[in-house]
């Protein structure tokens, strides 16, 4: 890799930090050669602190570790994007990132839908809310609709009408999410448990 220290005059790049599992950008801090020397070779990422006049390895006081999981350049060659493992709060704050925020998996949309689900099991007595009537119901009812779901999936795969497919592939996937948390689990869950199967 080949990275331009020489453009700045105190020879510092840009190191933006992302968790490498759920793409938050975690923190911003600044290699020299030194540092980006000692972070390939230790598998922690190290920076040069300017406050200190010297190399750090993030977690050297707290354990907090961002062990090393890639290093990638951009198209000037002066500002690197470093994918980590954070072994703990990454901000000397306590918090996640330095700006605050969780670091908890998104999917998206799917984000977005499995918070409006939490919210409707927990005020399981709209009586104008689909979502509370099938938690109101059980979970015997919410897994009969899975299974409606998934037959009436099938049969449409087997036809030539995509719009009608797609529409059963989200009603489907849309009960399996709140099939979810009937049983108390996310979609985070099921990702734990395929990359345990994928190692």
């Not at 901000?91 to 996640?96: A, E, L, M, V, Y």
């Amino acid at each position: 890799m080949n990275i331009d220290f020489s453009k700045n005059s105190d020879k510092l790049v840009p190191a933006i930090i992302v968790d490498a599992s759920t793409q938050k950008v975690l923190m911003l801090g600044y290699m020299n050669n030194e540092a980006y020397t000692k972070t390939i070779s230790s598998g922690k990422v190290t920076f040069f602190s300017r406050s200190k006049n010297r190399l750090w390895t993030k977690g050297e006081e707290s354990g907090h570790f961002l062990e090393l999981v890639d290093v990638k350049i951009d198209c000037d060659n002066d500002t690197l994007l470093i994918s980590v493992h954070p072994k703990g709060p990454t901000c000397h704050t306590g918090t996640d990132t330095c700006w605050g925020e969780r670091n908890d998996p998104s999917f998206g949309f799917f984000t977005t839908l499995e918070a409006i689900i939490a919210s409707r099991k927990l005020d399981s007595n709209n009586p104008t809310s689909y979502i509370a009537s099938l938690f109101r119901s059980g979970i015997n009812k919410i897994a009969q609709k899975v299974g409606e779901e998934a037959v009436e999936t099938v049969i449409e795969a087997k036809d030539n009408n995509n719009e009608l497919f797609l529409d059963e592939a989200s009603d489907l996937l849309f009960h399996y999410l709140i099939l979810l948390q009937a049983k108390g689990f996310t979609l985070a869950d099921i990702e734990k448990r395929l990359q345990s199967r994928h190692k």
